[in-house]
Every structure is written in structure tokens, then in C-alpha cells.
């Protein structure tokens, strides 16, 4: 699905994002809602890679569904405790990410066009195809991707686009929180551009 240089930018942009997050859990650990919210930010950007690089078949895509929902869930009692705007905004952000977290796994097979699908990339590249590769022969060979999906991949890219203005402006206005703050502008960037990349 990925094809170079955006596989290795974008595993680059999640290493980092992986780093911070994992960083930000034993530097500077929080309370047990932030705590979440590291480990969820940790464990997406190694799905993301993951999906790079290996060919993820429909038992190992429906786990992490289940995985991410499990964590959306986890962080809604963090949702309901915060009082401040800004944190609250934060939390919401991170809920966005992993709505278009799930979408995106759900999504594979409908958003890979018949290019994709037919398997004109590399196993190397296949990350995203693995869903595709599941299906059957008929199934694999459609045409490009229904209207309604591509519109649906559109909203979540323009709210990966509003999380990455969100948190950059976080990280120019509060200090204390810039590493983390870029560090979740980072991750929308990277999942807005894989996205955008799928039904390409």
C-alpha cells in the first residue's frame, strides 16, 4: 500500500511518536487516564508501522480493532473527570485518532482501489493490501473505492488535520507538555497521510 519514500518517512514519524510516548510513561508518568492515554499513543504507532511493512490478514486486523475500541473505551472516564477546555479538547483528539484508527482497519478493503488490490506492489509494501488479500479473487479485482468511503476517509483526514493544528498550538503555548503535545500532532500528521496514501 505504501509506497517509498512514504514507507520509510512515515515508519520514521512513528518510531518517534512511539519514542515519545514511551518516554512520556517513564519520565514523567501521570495519573491513570494519562496513563492510558501514553500506552494507547505507544501502542498505535507500532500498529501503524506494523501495517507498513507486514501483510496484516483479517484475523490480525479485527484484533486490533477490538484492541482499539478496548482503549477508546478506557479513555471515557478521563473524558468525564476533566473540567479544563484544553484537556478536555486533548482527550477528544485522542478519540478521533482512534475512531480513524478503526476505520482505517476496517476500511482497507473497501479503500484499496483495483490497482492496490490486484497487487501491483511489493510484499514489502503490502501492509495495507494484507486486508485486501483476504478477500476473494473476484472481490480483490474491483473497481476503485465507493463514494461513501471515500467521503467517510475524508472527514477522519480533515480531523487528523485538525488534531495536528491543535496540538501544535498546545505545544507553542504550554511548555510543560510540548513533548507530548508534538508528539500527538506527529501521530495525525502520520495518520492523515495514510489515509490520504490509501485509496491513491
Known amino acids: 500500500m505504501v509506497d517509498p519514500p512514504w514507507d520509510l518517512l512515515l ?3 512513528f518510531v518517534l511518536t512511539g519514542t515519545a510516548g514511551i518516554w512520556t510513561l517513564v519520565v514523567c508518568p501521570g495519573s491513570g487516564g494519562q496513563t492510558v492515554l501514553h500506552v494507547n499513543h505507544t501502542v498505535m504507532s507500532a500498529a501503524m508501522i506494523l501495517m507498513i511493512w507486514v501483510v ?24 468525564r473527570r476533566t473540567s479544563g477546555r484544553a484537556r ?6 485522542h478519540l ?4 480513524a484508527m478503526i476505520w482505517m482497519l476496517a476500511a482497507m478493503p473497501l479503500l484499496m482501489t483495483d490497482a492496490h488490490a490486484a497487487g501491483t506492489h511489493t510484499a514489502g509494501h503490502a501492509g495495507h493490501g494484507g486486508a485486501a488479500a ?11 473505492a465507493p463514494g461513501w468511503a471515500i467521503a467517510v476517509n475524508a472527514l477522519f ?3 487528523c488535520a485538525a488534531g495536528v493544528i491543535w496540538w501544535l498550538l498546545r505545544a507553542a503555548a ?5 513533548l507530548p503535545a508534538l508528539g500527538h500532532g506527529l501521530m495525525a500528521s502520520g495518520m492523515g497521510t495514510m489515509l490520504l496514501l490509501m485509496p491513491a
Open 96 to 99: 478521533a485518532l482512534n475512531a
Open 11 to 13: 515508519t520514521v514519524a
Open 88 to 93: 478536555r479538547a486533548d482527550l477528544v483528539g
Open 56 to 79: 496484516v490478514r483479517d484475523v490480525a486486523v479485527w484484533v486490533q480493532v477490538g484492541l482499539f475500541v478496548i482503549l477508546a473505551l478506557a479513555l471515557l472516564p478521563a473524558l
Open 134 to 144: 483476504a478477500l476473494p479473487p473476484t472481490a480483490a479485482a474491483a473497481t476503485d
Open 174 to 178: 504550554v511548555r510543560e507538555h510540548r
Open 157 to 159: 483526514i480533515t480531523a
